[in-house]
């Protein structure tokens, strides 16, 4: 069974950082897209950070460049977001995602596994 399981998430306070973990299980993702999107309360999903199946290309939302780094290690099936001054506005429950192609790419239909999601909470 394929899972992505999501970590790190919690309850920081406005310019802390956290470190997002998502781990892969039944199936290696090295040769596939990973992403990060994330929901606000009352708001649709939103592309946050995406890196394709090598690592060497990153692209990010307007709103978290420069803030958040998205990585991976493929030996540990493993992506992660460090997320860096983080602002009220970036509450919201973190998700990660697979596609199904190795480019880097914003679209949530291009990407075939889901976790469960991690929420982050920034108080002002």
């Known amino acids: 069974q394929v899972q992505l399981v999501e970590s790190g998430g919690g309850l920081v306070q406005a310019g802390g950082s956290l470190r997002l973990s998502c781990a892969a299980s039944?199936?290696?993702?090295?040769?596939?897209?990973r992403a990060w999107f994330r929901q606000a309360p009352g708001k649709e999903r939103q592309f946050v950070a995406s890196i394709s199946a090598s690592g060497a290309s990153t692209y990010y939302a307007d709103s978290v460049k420069g803030r958040f780094t998205i990585s991976r290690d493929n030996a540990k099936n493993t992506a992660y977001l460090q997320i860096n001054s983080l602002k009220p506005e970036d509450t919201a429950v973190y998700y990660c995602?697979?596609?199904?192609?190795?480019?880097?790419?914003?679209?949530?239909?291009?990407?075939?596994?889901w976790g469960q999601g991690t929420q982050v909470t920034v108080s002002s």
């Open positions: 995602a697979a596609g199904a192609v190795p480019v880097v790419t914003t679209t949530a239909r291009r990407y075939d596994s």
């Open positions: 039944g199936r290696t993702f090295s040769t596939v897209a």
